[in-house]
């Protein structure tokens, strides 16, 4: 089945402590991106990448880091998280670059809260 | 700066009524507009993309319509059932030198009642 698999969907950690969620693609679609979603303002982009070893900022990137070493992993890192990184976070890949007509593919999601 | 409102930011509707969600941009210079279904707890899911020259597209009881010179998108929902209950998202592509830019609205929730 194509799909967009992220992991965990649930995570609780404390301030300060490195953690990665991973994000994989069966569909071998060259674009993928991260994005959080928070209440009342929506989804907001924090890194995109156009393909393998090619990464981008987004809207809202600090505090974040990623990498692309293969086509299928995306893995967002938080060196060290903050409270104000409490959100709900959707990885999405697509066929082509983000402009282009061939729609987003998202993951389900990780909840995220940094105590 | 590029913006995407949409409106209302809820509803109600009884099952098997219409309703019409609405969505005005400034984004530029525009690329194409897709609507997403997003259901609590879940990733957005595509139902459809337009480009310039789309006036209407449609995936099963869902109608997107695009008016490009007043920078205006409706999506109308016939028939309502209590599965279309969720978000839904207006989202705008400009064109960019180096690849183009998406720009999301804030979302219409949905919720249909028997």
């Known amino acids: 089945e194509a799909q967009v698999t992220q992991n965990p969907r649930y995570l609780i950690t404390v301030t300060g402590k490195k953690l990665t969620v991973t994000c994989s693609q069966n569909?071998?679609?060259?674009?993928m991106s991260w994005y959080r979603q928070d209440p009342g303002l929506g989804l907001r982009q924090i890194y995109y990448?156009?393909?393998?070893?090619?990464?981008d900022k987004g809207d809202v990137p600090e505090g974040y880091k990623v990498s692309r070493k293969e086509k299928r992993n995306f893995p967002l890192i938080l060196e060290s998280p903050s409270p104000n990184q409490t959100s709900l976070y959707f990885c999405?890949?697509?066929?082509?670059?983000?402009?282009?007509?061939?729609?987003?593919?998202f993951g389900n999601g990780t909840r995220l809260t940094v105590t | 700066k590029n913006q995407v409102e949409q409106s209302p930011q809820s509803l109600i509707i009884l099952e098997g009524k219409n309703c019409t969600l609405q969505?005005?941009?400034?984004?530029?210079?525009?690329?194409?507009l897709r609507w997403y279904k997003q259901d609590t707890g879940r990733g957005p899911v595509s139902l459809t993309i337009?480009?310039?020259?789309?006036n209407t597209k449609s995936n099963g009881r869902y109608t997107a319509t695009l008016d490009a010179d007043t920078k205006q998108s409706s999506l109308h929902i016939t028939a309502s059932q209590l599965s279309d209950s969720a978000s839904y998202i207006c989202?705008?592509?400009?064109?960019?030198?180096?690849?183009?830019?998406?720009?999301f609205g804030g979302g219409t929730r949905v919720l249909v009642k028997p």
């Open positions: 989202v705008v592509s400009a064109i960019k030198a180096a690849g183009n830019k998406l720009t």
């Open positions: 569909m071998n679609h060259e674009y």
């Open positions: 990448s156009m393909n393998v070893e090619v990464t």
């Open positions: 999405a890949s697509s066929l082509s670059g983000q402009g282009a007509n061939s729609p987003l593919h």
């Open positions: 337009m480009t310039f020259s789309e």
């Open positions: 969505c005005n941009y400034t984004v530029s210079p525009f690329s194409n």
